[in-house]
């Protein structure tokens, strides 16, 4: 027996083809609006992941050092080694700020990592071009994101950094790229002010009768060379040796060590349900209108698609097509206009997604439901569709 | 609308519905957890390579020679500037005497009346001498007289104690001739020290060398030992160089180090390292060494400058060789992802030596020829589907390796 929707639809195909096409722009909307929203939560763990730490020690009371600022003193890691069950501990410091490369800056996370000894918690994980930061200063690992060619210059504070090594992913929680330099650099980078405010500062420490006494030469010096130095950093990232898990570790160092540890599940509800709690729930806002506008527009046209082909049906009525037939034939249609429809969307969501300047993930968990989501209102719309349709009078077929 | 045969518009709904099915099928399979993760190979290569250890410094003298008063006193003149070559022995500047010149004239003049009461005592002296000689011959005389009962026994009594007077009297000018010399002596002692004093008050440079710094301006009071002119020794300019202990194994007295200048950044001066110090930074844990030029730069580069030491060690003997990208770390265990008939596998590896490079010697766990993975899209798992490219996409060939 021949397809009457199949039929059908090959008597006005462009038109069916072009609707289709139009809702899957739509729902390609409603996928890359999921995949943003992905997308954001993806970047807080991505987060986590490169840094490759099981526990966060950072400053009491705090909740760094992603959501809140922290500074513990440098030299925290060495008695945090001699804890049991832990494995490694790295310093790291971080600092979003603007790095500048020829005219132009970029808006970056710069993350001082310990440099001299490979594969320490904290360095990039992995690279897609170059190599690790191997001297311990003035050298800088960047996310490919941030634009930086291997082997280009780049300046944070006054400092020039060679570009050695690129990645990929390694973003902060806001989604700015990652630029990896060493640690003491960094240090320094954090507090270093810039040349104008040192001199300044070196007069005003100057016209300081207490630390300028005349009796006591070379006070002045010390006094100026101890502001400028800066032992801190902004957390230690601890991994935990195998056999040991992570609060069992983390336990003693909030009780000894009096300060905030956090694991890895802590961080990610901070990053989560803190960090990045208002502009996810602003996203999931709009998804979830976008969404209903989409699944509305998808019943509209279905059910005008249909109204549009009243006459005909009520032709097939009037040589007396049975209601089954006429129904199968509306619900294939409208099936088939939600597949090419989801099909296009997936593909121009695929397509569009990496043009997007955040990262977009398009999480396949997502497009089934969207799938389904779409059937279903395919389904719920040729219902509407078939009602009216069954309702019409065949005698319509003649008149007017 | 176009009105087509059957045949036609099945035929074009079919060209529009098949690419769109293919391109689907490729977008599921190509993105997402089902697409394979790129990922760039490296072989394992057999070869020496040489390490190196980097650190910065800055360009210190070695001989400073800080020049300032030993007592508190106002600044009088300073002869030079900063920039100027002195000599040794050279007068940099001068103290305020105050009163020490007054004092000298004083003394000088205290050494003229010690030197008149000498003279004057001297002539007491040759007085009594005369008084004493003349009662001797008086006394003998009268007691020849009393042999000839020309006097009375009591006139030479007289005579003789006269005699005996005269000879105290010159024993006392003898005494006060001696004081009126000690005395003498000690006015030119007093004078000799107050000159002292006064040459103390001269700054004078110790060694050849170049002005540093001028801290004090005359007519400012500095306290003892504050300096007022700084001297260095341009010779004896080296680079104190920190380096990072984690990457400092190896650093020793005498290896040939590279001196970058920040002022001169791109060229490298060659150099050696004088000597490793015995105390290293316990609080930045850094090491600290000492490096000297081969050849000192002209024009010689301000002090304080800071420089970028690369120091070279002795190179290794040929062993495997991976660059230090391919590391990973996997369930607390360093090693590499190895590719063995398409298959990822994860090979655990001890690490021996790295250079600047980014060269790292596998002591233990592959040999050369094996094939790792160098590059990759995303974090690896034993799971992942990879695909073997050159390049990983987004990276541009443009960029000159490091």
Known sequence: MISLAGRDIMHAWGKFVFTGVGLGLLIGVTLTMAGVYRGMVDDAKALLDNSGADLWVVQKDTLGPYAESSSLYDDTYRSLLSISGVARAANITYLTMQVQEGGRDVRAMVVGVVSGSPVQPGQPSYLISGRQITRGHYEAVADIASGFKLGQSIQIRRNHYTVVGLTRRMVSSGGDPMVFIPLKDAQEAQFLKDNDAIVQQRRRTAENPAFNRPNVPGLLDQVIASQSTNAFVNAVLVQIKPGFSAEEVAEPIRHWKRLQVYTRTQMQSILVGKLIATSAKQIAMFLVILAVVSAAIVAFIIYTLTMGKIREIAVLKLIGTKNRTIAGMIMQQALGLGVIGFVVGKVSATFWAPIFPKYVLLEPGDAIRGFFAVMLICVLASLLAIRAALKVDPAEAIGG | ?402
């Open chain 2, 1 to 402: 609308m176009i009105r087509l045969p059957i045949k036609s518009r099945t035929f074009a709904m079919i060209a529009v519905i098949v690419p769109l099915l293919i391109l689907f099928i490729y977008v599921a399979l190509r993105s997402g957890p089902l697409a394979p993760v790129l990922v760039t190979v490296t072989t394992v290569e057999n070869k020496a390579i040489a390490p190196a250890i980097f650190g910065i410094g800055t360009l210190e003298a070695r001989y400073t020679y800080k020049i300032g008063p030993t007592v508190a006193g106002r600044v009088k003149q300073v002869n030079v500037n900063v920039g100027d070559f002195v000599h040794a022995g050279q007068l940099l500047g001068e103290m305020e005497p105050i009163d020490l010149d007054n004092r000298i004239i004083a003394q000088e003049a205290t050494s003229k009346r010690a030197m008149a009461s000498v003279l004057a005592a001297e002539a007491q002296t040759q007085d009594a001498a005369a008084r004493r000689d003349f009662a001797r011959i008086q006394a003998k005389r009268y007691e020849d007289l009393l042999l000839s009962r020309s006097v009375s026994a009591e006139a030479v009594d007289a005579k003789r104690q006269e005699y005996k007077v005269a000879e105290s009297s010159l024993a006392a000018s003898h005494a006060n001739l001696e004081a009126a010399r000690q005395e003498l002596a000690r006015t030119h002692a007093d004078r000799g020290g107050l000159s002292q004093q006064r040459t103390n008050l001269r700054l004078i440079t110790p060694v050849d060398g170049l002005v540093a710094s001028r801290d004090i301006d005359p007519g400012t009071t500095v306290v003892a030992g504050q300096p007022v002119v700084v001297v260095i020794d341009p010779k004896s300019l080296w680079v104190n160089v920190r380096f990072e202990q984690l990457s400092a194994s190896g650093l020793q007295a005498g290896l040939a180090a590279m001196i970058v200048l920040r002022s001169q950044k791109g060229y490298a001066i060659p150099g050696a390292v004088l000597r490793v110090e015995p105390l290293a930074d316990a609080v930045t844990e850094e090491v600290l060494a000492k490096v000297v030029f081969d050849q000192l730069p002209v024009p010689l580069p301000p002090i304080g400058e800071l420089v970028e030491v690369t120091v070279a060690l002795a190179k290794q003997p040929p062993a495997p060789v991976i660059p230090n990208a391919s590391l990973q770390r996997v369930d607390g265990q360093l090693g590499v992802w190895a590719i063995e008939d398409g298959e990822l596998k994860f090979e655990p590896i001890r690490i021996g030596a790295t250079d600047l490079d980014g060269n790292v010697q596998v002591i233990e766990g592959l040999k050369g020829g094996q094939k790792v993975v160098l590059y990759s899209q995303h974090a690896l798992k034993a799971s992942s589907r990879i695909k073997i490219v050159k390049q990983i996409p987004g990276v541009s060939a443009s960029g000159s390796k490091p």
